[in-house]
Structure formats: structure tokens, C-alpha cells
């Protein structure tokens, strides 16, 4: 279970996010919308702690994130985190960015390590690129290796960033499809995202962000069709 | 009569054997500049890595390495070498040399090196740290292979120039390729062959550098 407690960050003297409540139960999946600047994706880096937060707390399983004891390399093998942009190592063949971490990180054998990597990369549908280099693999393929990246961790957590904000929009569907495919296989997953339509059809809860506060939270069909909070109501009516 | 042949022998032609001379030259122009390239990139990378890392070191440490920048190198091996006796340091021509252009390469290395690690976008070291990464395994598996493509060619001008560069050692008496053929063209009065077969020799020992590294670059291309 991650648990977030009056979480607040501050970048200089700007507070992002203003007193974060919000707790994810295993193998649920959560989607957080709203508008740029809202602190959706700085609450994501607080929960892998890629950002200190500055009060409150983040419990990952138990685990205090921020405290000073944690290890937090411990911490993320169990947290994978899928960027924005995709972040492919350009200089590792498609096999061996999945298969990277688990070697360094899970001390597997170069083999078990390959053999996890094929497993993943065929299960997003990339088992046909694992000697290619990621440079020359589409925007959405690039994303789909990232997703098969971090599961190769084996992680318990799933966070998403935006993952398809930076695609060409005939790429995004495959890039929500394996999400898709995670979620029936029981995956728990944070997805910032700006699809209103796959937050309602896939999450189970939606939480809107406004200017640093979740201003909603609920049911996701219940949040989209039927929002009660007036800012709610905007946000939506914007995008769509 | 001997010290009239004596006097004509004192300007004698270029001679074979004066080739193996010029080789033994370039034999301290190798010494040299491969001790300066392999130990100055070292620290160099280690002077970048702290620029990049620290804006105090960038402060401190970049200032120093901008004075070694920017002072001609005739200037600061001409300084090093005759103030460091008077300390009661006294180094040989040899040591002097060496020292300087080991921190006149690690002073461009340092730049070239903080470029190349600030060439790693930070969202692929955070995807990196978020695989669970340590700091270290990020800087040694992606930060080092990704930024070293990206300032190849930049280290091999720096590489390049230290070679050419250590021409100027010759001031201090150390001989090597250059002084060598000083030494020759002062005997056999024959300055056109003998710094035609020097720009060869140079040549010689530089075109292994610029080709080694033009076909690194072509094989880490990202393909």
C-alpha cells in the first residue's frame, strides 16, 4: 500500500503541493488528472523520492520513504516508474535495457537477466525488436520499452508520468493498451495522465488535481461523468 | 690542421643515422604526451565530475582549471620550471614538462568531461535511479558510455592538440621531436629537410589517434 500524509514539496518558495492525503491499496489503480502545474507529476517523484518533500510523509509497504535510514535503491526495485519522455539508454540494444537493471541491480546471471528481459519485451509486444537499437524503434515502441524496463524490476508499484504527452497521437493507443494489459494482470499503478477517457474506462479511482490540493476524488466513472466540485466541472469541460 | 678539421666537421649534412636521432625525438614526444593524454584525461574527469556535480567546485576548482586554460603553455612551463628551484624544488626538464601538460590536458578534459555528463538528459538518470540504480551505477553504465559518445571528437581535439602541444617542452631542454631537430638544424645547417621529415614524423604519430577515434565514433554510433 503506498500512503501518502499531508505531503508537502516546495521548490524554492513555491509550494507544489499543499498537504497531499491519499492512499493506494494493492492492485488498485488510480489516475490522476488536472491541469499543468498542478503537481500530479511532482507527487509521483516525491513517491520514488527522485524529489525530497519538505512535511508529511510517504509510506511505501510499511517503509518511510523519506526518512533518513531508508535505502532507497532498496526501495525503488519495488516502485517502477515510466517517464514522459522515454529515456531509452541510446547506446544498449533493446534486450539490454530491460535486462541492464536486473543484472546491476537484482545480481541476476546474465542469462536469468535476458531471459526476464525477452519475457517482458514479448509481453508488450516488442519480442520481435530485442536486438534493435532503441533509436531507430518509434516514439510509442520507445515507451512500450520503457514499461517493459521497469517490469523487469518486477516491481509492485507502477508509476506513470504522462506517458503519452510527447507521443504522435496515432502512437498513443498502444502505449494505453499496455496499460491495459498491466492492469488485468493486477498491477498497481499511479497514471498521471491528460486521457480522460482511458482514466474513466481503466482506473478505478480519479483523483483531480487543482494548484497543489487533490480538489476530487472518487469512483472513476462517478468523478468524470458526474463531478461535484465546480473546478472539477471546468477542468473537464475544458479538455473535452 | 686537427682544429681545422674539426671546424669543418662542425657543420656535417643530414645522415642516415641522424633519422634514428629524430626517432629517439619522437620517442620522448610519445613518453610524454602519452603519460600527459592518459593521466591528464584521468583527472580531467575527475575535475569535470566535480564541476558538474558542485557549484562550489565549479567556482573554486573552475577558476583554477581557467588559469590553466588560458595561460600559453610556453608560459606556464617556463614559470613552473625555473620557480620551483627556487622553493627548493629543483625538477628536472623532464618531471617539469610532464606535470604541466598533465594539468594544461586536465584542464580541457575537465570542460570537455563536464559536457559530456551534462549531455545525459537528468529524466534518463532519473529513469536510471528509478530502476533502482545506485549513484554510481547510473554515473558508470549511463552517464559514462552515453556522455563519452557525445564529446569523442571534442577529447580527440584536446588529445590531438597535447600532442602537437608538447612541442614546447623543447624550451626546458627536454629533448624530443622538436628539439631534436633544432639540435640537428644547428649542425647541418639543413632546416627544410629535416622539419619536412619532423611534420612527418608528427603526422606519423597523430593520424593513429584521429583514425582510432573516427572509427570508435563510427562504431558506437547509435544504430
Known sequence: ?240 | MSTEVNAIQFFSGFQVSDLWYLAKGAGGTIVISAIAISVGTILGCLFGWALSVSRWANMTLGSVLDVFRSVPLIIQLLLFFNFLPILGLPVGPFAAGTIVLIFYTAALVAQVARGGIEAVPSSMRNAARSLGMTYWQDIRYVVMPVGLRAVLPAWTGVALGVLKDSALVSVLGYIELLRASQILVTRTQEPFIILTIVGLFYFALSYPISKMTARLEQRWQYD
Open chain 1, 1 to 240: 500500500m503506498i500512503e501518502l500524509k499531508s505531503v508537502e514539496k516546495k521548490f524554492g518558495d513555491i509550494t507544489v503541493l499543499k498537504g497531499i492525503d491519499l492512499s493506494v491499496e494493492k492492485g488498485e489503480v488510480i489516475s490522476v488528472i488536472g491541469a499543468s502545474g498542478s503537481g500530479k507529476s511532482t507527487m509521483l517523484y516525491c513517491i520514488n523520492a527522485l524529489e525530497k518533500i519538505q512535511s508529511g510523509q510517504i509510506i511505501v509497504d510499511g517503509i518511510d520513504v523519506h526518512a533518513d535510514q531508508t535505502n532507497l535503491n532498496e526501495l525503488r526495485r519495488h516502485i517502477g516508474m515510466v517517464f514522459q519522455q522515454w529515456n531509452s539508454f541510446p547506446h544498449l540494444s533493446v534486450l539490454d535495457n530491460v535486462a541492464l537493471a536486473p543484472k546491476l541491480v537484482l545480481g541476476k546471471s546474465k542469462d536469468e537477466a535476458y531471459s526476464i528481459a525477452e519475457k517482458q519485451l514479448k509481453h508488450v509486444g516488442l519480442g520481435d525488436k530485442l536486438d534493435v537499437y532503441p533509436t531507430r524503434m518509434s516514439g510509442g515502441q520507445q515507451q512500450r520499452l520503457a514499461i517493459a524496463r521497469a517490469l523487469a524490476m518486477e516491481p509492485d508499484y507502477m508509476l506513470f508520468d504522462e506517458v503519452t504527452s510527447a507521443l504522435d497521437p496515432e502512437l498513443v493507443g498502444e502505449v494505453l493498451d499496455t496499460l491495459r494489459l498491466l492492469r488485468d494482470d493486477g498491477m498497481t499503478m499511479i497514471v498521471v495522465t491528460h486521457e480522460i477517457s482511458f482514466a474513466r474506462d481503466v482506473s478505478d479511482r480519479v483523483a483531480f488535481f487543482h494548484q497543489g490540493v487533490i480538489e476530487e476524488i472518487g469512483q472513476a466513472q462517478q468523478l468524470i461523468n458526474d463531478p461535484q466540485k465546480e473546478r472539477t466541472q471546468q477542468f473537464l469541460s475544458n479538455v473535452r
